[in-house]
């Protein structure tokens, strides 16, 4: 597994953490950061070895950073703080009154750490002995798992540090940054976006030296307002001095690449997918073909997962890890044993039936990739649990029917429609002859199911995060070992 004990960053001395907050920052030509520091009961030196939002993720030496956040402010958790060993407190100016120990006011806790990430990066950068390589990955679908199976592959030559779940944010990335260790030598940032200029500022943070784009499709569209917004969004990432190369679905090659206002002369590009530099061919169900027309050379790899959804990410990884000189001996023996982060295609096999619980987050393309996968599978009967699609803006009606017509389409052979886009998706489904249940609550939802079910079926559970589906995968799974438990124990006493 890739180093992701978060175990801290170099070590400084909290005066050289001070020069760093308070150390103006270009960002880019005409952007300047500043940020005026106010430290309180700071008496002696002591040793910062990394930053957390989470009382639970602080280890000795953290910067605890405390903010107002949705449910309660971060420091009603300070003495568990202190108990995990934190050395400082970071919060906002006037808030440090509820603090005993060393403190560090700011007018914005926020961006102060992406300031202190960005000075970090910046003296990475500015140290010849360093070695560091540092990938970033965004992209409509995809970005965990990319980062995670990269991770995996690089981790043999390298040690790794990759963000913690989805840390892909504005608060996410400088905190992946803080928590590298001093001998982290390949750094995977995760940078997400639902508005435009957000992936801009992620890469003027991590200032990474691959930038990866996993896919463009329909996401974020209330902020990004279309499909070619989001594709602008998402390709800005390549717009960064420090890129050295910039791996992208192949079919972004040529016309659209061309419309783009950034300077990409510096970068050296990676297409993949059917036809471009590096391709994967799925040969059977469980082994497949890397080519690599860049180096001429093919190699065959084994693994369990073979869904197009996967396959795309992986291609990616095996893209950077190539680049950075993973042999294909190596990628073979990782990729025999991956596995995939919680919530993405995660099959529960369940007293003849399977759960798939693809439910960490939801949007038109993956929903569509879901359901082809689904579809693909033999044996019994394939059923999908669909909920909302959220932040699809003044369209989301349109494409949640559009997914209820794929499920007909792709030979699905009923669907449960959930939440609020449930009217929409039954409408679909039923306007392409397919059968569709629309429960109206979580009891009716698990009654319906588990009455329904036989061994042998597959279902999808897919919706965005928001629905939190898979709490009921979880109450379907409990009740169906109920019903099958009781069933045998019916057949015993007859």
Same mark, same amino acid.
């Given at each position: ?9 170099? =070590? ?18 005409? $952007? ?9 009961? +700071? ?15 602080? *280890? ?15 420091? !009603? ?13 970071? #919060? /906002? ?12 006011? $700011? ?13 970090? &990066? ?54 992946? +940054?803080?928590?590298?260790? @001093?001998? #982290? ?19 003027? +943070? ?20 279309? $499909? /070619? ?11 960064? @001095? ?13 016309? &659209? ?9 510096? #970068? !050296?590009? +990676? ?18 073909? %890397?080519? !690599? ?39 073979? *023996? ?16 369940? =007293? ?62 009923? $669907? %449960? ?34 009455? /329904? ?5 597959? %279902? ?32 015993? &006493?007859?």
């Amino acid at each position: 597994m890739p180093r992701t004990g978060w175990s801290g960053m170099k =070590k400084r001395s909290i005066q050289e953490v001070l020069r760093l907050l308070s150390k103006p920052i270009e960002i880019r030509p005409g $952007v300047t950061s500043r940020v005026e520091c106010q430290p309180l009961r +700071i008496v002696d030196d002591f040793a910062v070895t990394g930053a957390a939002l989470d009382s639970r993720h602080i *280890q000795s030496g953290f910067i605890f950073a405390a903010f107002q956040g949705e449910n309660c402010h971060g420091l !009603d958790h300070v003495e568990s703080a202190w108990k995990s060993g934190a050395s400082v407190v970071l #919060t /906002e100016i006037g808030a440090g009154a509820r603090v005993k120990g060393p403190t560090l006011e $700011v007018p914005n806790v926020k961006e102060a750490l992406v300031h202190l990430a960005t000075a970090v &990066r910046n003296e990475d950068r500015s140290s010849a002995s360093s070695g560091l390589k540092t990938v970033a990955v965004t992209g409509s679908v995809g970005k965990t798992t990319t980062c995670h199976v990269g991770s995996l592959l690089c981790d043999s030559h390298f040690q790794v540090h990759s963000p913690r779940n989805s840390f892909n944010n504005l608060l996410g990335v400088p905190i992946t +940054i803080l928590e590298a260790a @001093e001998s #982290t030598n390949c750094l995977w940032l995760e940078m997400g976006t639902n508005s435009h200029g957000e992936i801009a500022q992620l890469v003027d +943070i991590g200032q990474p030296d691959i930038g990866v784009v996993t896919a463009v499709g329909a996401t974020h569209l209330e902020g990004l307002g279309s $499909v /070619e917004g989001v594709f602008r969004e998402k390709f800005s990432l390549f717009d960064v @001095e420090s890129l050295q190369w910039g791996i992208a679905p192949v079919e972004f090659r040529d016309e &659209r690449l061309e419309t783009l206002n950034g300077a990409h002369s510096g #970068t !050296d590009f +990676i297409w993949t997918g059917p036809g471009g530099d590096l391709e994967i061919q799925n040969d059977s169900s469980h082994e497949i073909t %890397v080519i !690599d027309r860049r180096s001429d050379q093919k190699f065959p790899i084994e693994t369990s997962m073979t869904g197009y959804g996967f396959l795309r990410c992986l291609e990616s990884s095996i893209a950077v890890a190539l680049q950075l000189g993973i042999s294909a001996s190596d990628i073979q *023996q990782v990729a025999s044993s991956l596995t995939l982060p919680p919530m993405r295609a995660e099959v529960h096999d369940v =007293k003849g039936i399977q759960l798939i619980l693809d439910c960490y987050n939801a949007s038109p393309p993956s929903v569509r990739g879901a359901i082809g996968d689904l579809a693909q599978s033999v044996g019994g009967r394939r059923i999908a649990v669909l909920g909302t699609m959220e932040e699809l803006g003044p369209e989301e009606k349109r494409y949640h029917q559009e997914m209820g017509r794929a499920c007909v389409e792709e030979g699905l052979d009923f $669907v %449960v429609a959930w939440g609020r886009a449930a009217d929409w998706i039954t409408e679909g489904v039923t306007s392409a002859g397919g059968t569709c249940e629309s429960p109206s609550d979580l009891e009716s939802a698990l009654s319906f199911l588990s009455s /329904e079910l036989k061994v042998g079926d597959r %279902v999808l559970f897919k919706a965005s995060r928001k629905e939190k589906l898979e709490l009921m995968a979880q109450q379907l799974k409990a009740r169906w070992l109920t019903v099958t438990t009781e069933s045998r124990s019916g057949e015993a &006493r007859q």
